[in-house]
């Protein structure tokens, strides 16, 4: 009998909190939920602390929790509630816990991602935004605490999924030449260059494969998903970044690929679903039923096509941070929540992205970080420079 796992779903309310929530209520032996936390979304919070009896559900702030109480209360719910980001941490370490599922959405991931790693967890991680700002101390703290990192991105569960079980951050030793990281194109593939500048959030989060929530799905039409999944691969597979290259393929079928030495290509398939990362991850080294239907392979064609810098400026800017290193992949992780939260908002143009983000990257002070302190100061930096540069813009 496999031993039930204790979860923390950090991001419950999120569409990967959703995904994995319902992967686990179809394995009521194999996983026990401990604690939920959500952001805003509260009355669906208390939906999921009632269908999985959670012991502890996290919210933001006192205000939130009080809310929580009433709507639990309500609901006859023992659910004990638990808000800010020092709850965040503990539930993310408690020692009732085996797992948690690190999906917070953007840099708040980070501290609640780091507490498990410390803590020694199976981290299943999501919050791909954790590597981007702070890889190298991440790593650090995964390998110092003993934690187990299973990545739930699709593509970098694609390559674990493709890589030998036995691979423990040697590429080489693999037999492995590179890592073929594959990207959809999102909504904007085909869109003629002259009218990016007039494209509006709602056609910007209308991906064409995908389900997601609205930050991702912005990053998957400038392709900076791909630029900060570029990074994530560096520090999840201690791959250099001249091994991986990104492929466009717009049927989202292939999820990546790993290119081996002999001329070998192993690959993942599947339907565009988060559930079957999530599954593979929840289940590991089992295989568990996920939901997610066979995918059909006939009448569809599989196609591949170089990325464009001059259509995707987002990409190389990821690219260049991760070359330069230190800080530089915080400062544009921070640069680019902020201006995509501008753009969503209404108040700043598509092609204002890449530009604000440059920016923030041609002023940031680079150098390694010395403690997680020195990244978020340099998160802030960032984000202050990506606002003035947008707000400069409007005003011109
Ligand atoms: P969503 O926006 O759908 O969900 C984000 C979750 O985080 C919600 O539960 C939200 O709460 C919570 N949250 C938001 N802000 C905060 C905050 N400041 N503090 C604490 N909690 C917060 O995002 P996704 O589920 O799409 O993505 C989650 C992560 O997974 C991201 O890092 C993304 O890059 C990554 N990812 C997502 C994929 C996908 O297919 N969706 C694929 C690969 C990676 P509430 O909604 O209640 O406000
Ligand atoms: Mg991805």
Redesign the pocket.
């Known amino acids: 009998m496999t031993k039930v796992q204790n979860l923390t779903i950090?991001?419950?309310?999120?569409?990967?909190?959703v995904n994995t929530l319902d992967v686990v209520a179809r394995h009521p032996d194999r996983f026990n939920v401990v604690a939920l936390?959500?952001?805003?979304?509260?009355e669906?919070?208390v939906a999921q602390c009632r269908q999985h009896q959670s012991r502890y559900a996290v919210v933001?702030d006192a205000d939130a929790a009080t809310r929580l109480r009433d709507l639990l209360a309500a609901a006859g719910l023992q659910t004990q509630v638990l808000y800010g980001m020092a709850a965040?941490e503990q539930v993310a370490s408690m020692p009732e816990v085996d797992t948690v599922m690190a999906?917070?959405?953007?840099a708040?991931?980070l501290r609640p991602a780091m507490a498990a790693a410390r803590a020694g967890k199976r981290i299943l991680l999501?919050?791909?935004?954790t590597l981007v700002m702070a890889g190298s101390l991440f790593m650090q703290a995964v390998a110092a605490g003993g934690a187990e990192l299973l990545p739930?991105?699709?593509e970098h569960n694609a390559i674990f999924q493709s890589l030998p079980r036995e691979f423990d951050g040697d590429l080489a030793a693999c037999g492995v030449r590179r890592i073929l990281l594959t990207a959809s194109g999102g909504p904007f593939r085909t869109t003629p260059l002259a009218d990016l500048a007039q494209v509006t959030p709602e056609q910007a989060c209308a991906h064409p494969n995908?389900?997601?929530?609205?930050?991702?799905s912005v990053?998957s039409a400038t392709m900076m998903?791909k630029g900060?999944e570029v990074i994530e691969a560096h520090w999840l597979f201690n791959a250099a970044p001249e091994q991986i290259q990104v492929v466009i393929h717009p049927q989202s079928v292939i999820h990546s690929m790993v290119d081996y030495l002999d001329g070998s290509v192993i690959a993942q398939l599947g339907n565009p679903d988060?559930r079957t990362p999530i599954a593979y991850a929840l289940g590991f080294p089992d295989r568990i039923d996920s939901g997610v239907s066979a995918l059909d392979l006939f009448g569809r064609g599989l196609t591949f096509e170089a990325p464009d810098y001059d259509r995707f400026p987002c990409l190389k800017l990821a690219f260049d941070a991760l070359a330069q290193g230190g800080m530089l992949p915080a400062v544009l992780n921070a640069a680019n929540e902020s201006a995509v939260a501008t753009f969503l908002a209404g108040e700043a143009g598509y092609s204002d992205i890449a530009a604000s983000i440059e920016y923030a990257l041609a002023h940031a002070i680079s150098g390694e970080p010395g403690s997680l302190d020195d990244l978020v100061e340099a998160d802030a930096q960032a984000r202050r420079d990506a606002e003035a540069y947008l707000q400069k813009r409007k005003v011109g």
């Open positions: 950090l991001g419950a309310t999120g569409t990967i909190g936390t959500a952001g805003n979304q509260l669906k919070l933001l965040l999906a917070i959405v953007g708040a991931g999501a919050n791909k935004e739930i991105d699709s995908w389900v997601m929530g609205k930050k991702i990053d998903n900060l988060m």
